[in-house]
Nanobody
């Protein structure tokens, strides 16, 4: 099993920045891919970004390309989501997740991921 704990959410004005963290434990950190998803009220969960086990392959949703950056720190067993130029439409609960089978063309599909954190709220005011 893998346990995930997100942090770093909060309230920020449009144009501002936040960095989300997701600390992982339970399995060798370098053995799995990780992703970030978000869910706004009344909407389906959607993919945001993902990174493979090596950190070399990165994936981003079109809506966040150029504004968000995903990265992972193997010394800290933590994956980050740096969010810049935030917009009100980025408001959501953000979840990190683990994919034990590795990333591929289906990286954006939530059901491909095996473990999930509890989520952290991000609110962007206009």
């Amino acid at each position: 099993q893998v346990q995930l704990v997100e942090s770093g959410g909060g309230l920020v004005q449009a144009g501002g920045s936040l960095r989300l963290s997701c600390a992982a434990s339970g399995r060798t950190f370098s053995s799995y891919a990780m992703g970030w998803f978000r869910q706004a009220p009344g909407k389906e969960r959607e993919s945001v970004a993902a990174v493979d086990w090596s950190g070399a392959r990165l994936y981003y949703a079109d809506s966040v390309k150029g504004r968000f950056t995903i990265s992972r720190d193997y010394a800290k067993n933590t994956v980050y989501l740096q969010m810049n130029s935030l917009k009100p439409e980025d408001t959501a609960v953000y979840y990190c997740a683990v994919d034990l089978d590795g990333l591929g063309p289906r990286w954006y599909i939530a059901t491909e991921f095996d473990y999930w954190g509890q989520g952290t709220q991000v609110t962007v005011s206009s």
